[in-house]
């Protein structure tokens, strides 16, 4: 079977894990404090903190930045459900967005217009625009709406480590920049993620949020509020530290395989993703035509032994946010997310992925699209 990801663990993290391991210093240590020290010299901020995963970034990204009950939040309505979650979590409202047909991302024409048409009682505080599957949102006209109608940003970079929009990498435009290291991602850590800022005040903030609360004085130790457990451990952050040094050449390799994937998928019934420069590549999803049944390609593909996925939700379809913001839902019934969401193909692509793997993916599509009567 030819799998959809496969997580790259070379000798190298296997020798760094095991090292951490023998000492047993296994909780957030140094190692942690070195890999937020390299993830801050890459991405050029000025803090980095790690966190257990992905979705605990955004959590308590929204937590420290006050966000809560009495206000709502912009999120895009094509992503993995975790960029909409948290806002539940804290007791906000989401307002969903719809996205751009082609790059996946949340499209600033369409932030702005629902900002204007906004008349629930929840004031609009803050915006999560998400970089999907690594391609850089248009955070130039993002950043300028915010300005406009003073928005906090926390971008959702779950996908987009190593994504750079006008030279710049993505997570370091808004107040905070959310990453994660599941095994899905480029870079992994098992499951772990991380916090990007430029403002040292609310990185210290967060760490103590991080920690159950802790703050540390002269007296020793004192808990001045009830913080989470969200720490990284000393093992995952030496394997990411490990995968970091890598990742320049992983990101080369990503775009070369989807490149091969761009220059074979050539059928009127295929539309294939918006090369945006600076694109990470964390996944390539192509379109499938309306006039084709996606589930059905899923299946036939899993019997020509290749292993391919839906790409991301949207999320106004989902069952929990159905039913308690159904007008909202409602009118958001056959949009750009919904297509991408019924109709969107997650194809095989990882670093190690052989050229000849990724032409054959192609060929059996093609195979399948000419003899389906779709």
Known sequence: MIKLCVPSIGDEE??????VLRSGQLVHGEECELF?????????????????????????????????????????????????????LVGAR?????????????????????????????????????????CPADMTAIMQIAKEYSLLVIEDAACGLGAIHKQQKVGTFGELGCFSFHPRKAITTGEGGAIATNDVE?????????NHGVQRNANGVDFILP???????????????????????W???????????TKNLISDKVYLPEDVN??????????????????????????????????????????????????????????NSERL??????????????????ERISKEMLDILSSQKW
Request: charged share 20%; proline share 3%; net charge neutral.
């Open 94 to 134: 989401p307002i969903f967005v719809d996205v751009d047909l082609h790059t996946y991302n949340i499209a600033p024409e369409n932030i702005r217009r629902v900002i204007n048409e906004w008349q629930g009682p929840e004031k609009i505080k803050a915006i999560i625009p998400v970089h999907e599957f690594g």
């Open 202 to 210: 609310l990185a210290n903030r967060l760490r103590i949020w991080r």
């Open 251 to 261: 990101l080369i390799e990503r775009s070369r395989l989807q490149k091969i994937y």
């Open 36 to 88: 937020e020290h390299e993830l801050a010299t890459y991405l050029g901020c000025k803090e980095v903190v790690v966190v257990s995963s992905g979705t605990a970034a955004l959590h308590l990204s929204l937590v420290a930045l006050g966000i809560g009950v009495g206000d709502a939040v912009l999120v895009p309505d094509f992503t993995f459900p975790a960029t909409v979650n948290v806002v539940e």
């Open 227 to 249: 913080g989470f457990n969200y720490r990284m451990t000393n093992f995952q952050a030496a394997l990411g530290r490990v995968q970091l040094l890598k990742f320049d050449h």
């Open 278 to 335: 600076g694109h990470a590549w964390q996944t390539f999803m192509i379109r499938l035509s309306d006039s084709c049944d996606r589930n059905q390609m899923i299946g036939l593909l899993k019997e020509r032994a290749i292993e391919v996925n839906l790409g991301a939700n949207a999320l106004h379809v989902l069952s929990y946010y159905t039913q308690k913001y159904n007008a909202d839902c409602e009118k958001a019934i056959g949009n």
């Open 341 to 358: 969401y019924h109709f969107g193909l997650a194809l095989p692509l990882y670093q190690g992925l052989d050229s000849e793997i990724v």
């Open 14 to 19: 296997c020798l760094a894990v095991e090292r």
